[in-house]
């Protein structure tokens, strides 16, 4: 699934493994708050995503994201709920982490038009492409990236 954001969003959440860019939340928690909000929003339900289809975008397997989902839950940041009607678990986000989400997301943007302002458009380019040549070449050889 191919998830679309901002430039500066995606400049950080992809080639950046670092909680300083983050102010009010850690990188990892809006990381699954964002895939909640893509997924929701390509599936056409602006509020919430089933766990089984949230799982599958992210790669993880529904354990894994469930532990997640109730530390999430736990700091008020979704709501995990089952639609019985359907006979599935989703979850959808709360005013809370809607409105952390925005802080963060202009957050990045600041320091991405910081960066560029600095470095230059065409670096930050260059950079970008090398970044994800060499996570390509680490991902392929298996040492991770």
Known sequence: MKITSHRAEAFFLDNFNIDRVFDTIERTDYLVLYYIKSCAEQDG?????????????????????????????????VR?????????????????????MLAERQRMRDCYERIQEEIGPE???????????????????????
């Open 45 to 77: 339900r602006d509020d919430r995503v089933y766990l089984s289809e949230l799982a599958e975008a992210m790669n993880l397997k529904i354990p894994e994201l469930s532990r997640k989902m109730e530390g999430l839950q736990n700091r008020g940041y």
């Open 80 to 100: 995990w709920q089952t639609d019985y009607q359907e006979g599935r678990t989703y979850v959808e986000l709360t005013s809370k982490a809607v409105e952390l």
């Open 123 to 145: 670096e930050v380019e260059r950079t970008i492409r090398t970044m994800r040549k060499i996570t390509q070449i680490l991902s392929d050889t298996g040492t991770g990236a």
